[in-house]
């Protein structure tokens, strides 16, 4: 048997002289790489120190985004909204950066008022207890309240001495203190001194010492004219 005949071709049709394909648009770098960025840049937007460098980024990010959005514009390349997205993220990488510069400096703040606090509380602290605060303390926290000394000697020629000291915690807190009481002469030399030491006092509390018990003889009768006065209060 003879083989069927083969119909000829239909020829594709062919573009009319003159006519160019439009150009296919191609990929979008700038919009890639500002997105990277832009992520890297969210990140690490709030670890300190490093959102110093996250903030570079996030304005690299940006400035690749908006270029990235131009070449979509023009038709040149894919991925708007690949560079739309750049573009928001990098600013929220920036306001994170900002944000949390601004939480780490008034945190740091913070802790340094505190520990100025501390430091001045401790050092006005150690003032009361090594005598350095006396006037403060006996203005706002103590009252010592002296009475009048007294001497009489025994059919033993025994000199026995007394001086009345009553002294109140007038401070909010209970507190302990050591209160040194001195006898001055006319010209404000110092004859002797003592020593009153009170259990810790609730405020408002007193306790009361006999002071100058057993003063030298030689200074006994110095002492029934002398001045008494405190000169030195300890606080704890």
């Not at 029934?224 to 000169?231: D, G, I, L, N, T």
Request: hydrophobic share 40%; with cysteine; proline share 7%.
């Amino acid at each position: 048997m003879s083989e069927p005949p083969v119909p000829p071709s239909t020829p594709a049709p062919q573009p009319p002289q003159g006519y160019v394909p439009p150009a296919q648009p191609r990929g979008n770098a700038s919009a890639i790489t500002g997105f990277i960025l832009a992520l890297v840049a969210l990140f690490l937007c709030l670890i300190p120190i490093i959102n110093n460098f996250a903030a570079g980024l996030a304005v690299l990010a940006l400035i690749f985004g908006i270029v990235g959005l131009i070449r979509t514009r023009r038709g040149r390349s894919h991925y708007r909204g690949l560079a739309i997205a750049a573009i928001i993220v990098s600013v929220v990488a920036t306001g994170g950066v900002i944000g949390s510069q601004a939480f780490y400096v008034s945190t740091i703040d913070a802790v340094s008022e505190g520990v100025d606090e501390a430091g001045a509380e401790f050092d006005s602290d150690m003032d009361k207890m090594d005598g350095s605060a006396t006037e403060e303390i006996l203005k706002n926290n103590l009252t010592v309240k002296i009475g009048s000394f007294e001497a009489t000697t025994d059919d033993l020629g025994m000199v026995e001495s007394t001086l009345p000291v009553k002294i109140t915690n007038k401070a909010d807190k209970p507190y302990s203190y050591d209160v040194s009481v001195e006898a001055v002469d006319k010209s404000g030399d110092r004859i002797e001194e003592d020593l009153a030491t009170t259990n810790t006092l609730k405020p408002g509390q007193s306790q009361s010492f006999d002071l100058f018990l057993a003063p030298a003889e030689k200074n006994v009768d110095k002492l029934e004219s002398a001045k008494f006065q405190v000169f030195e209060v300890s606080q704890y």
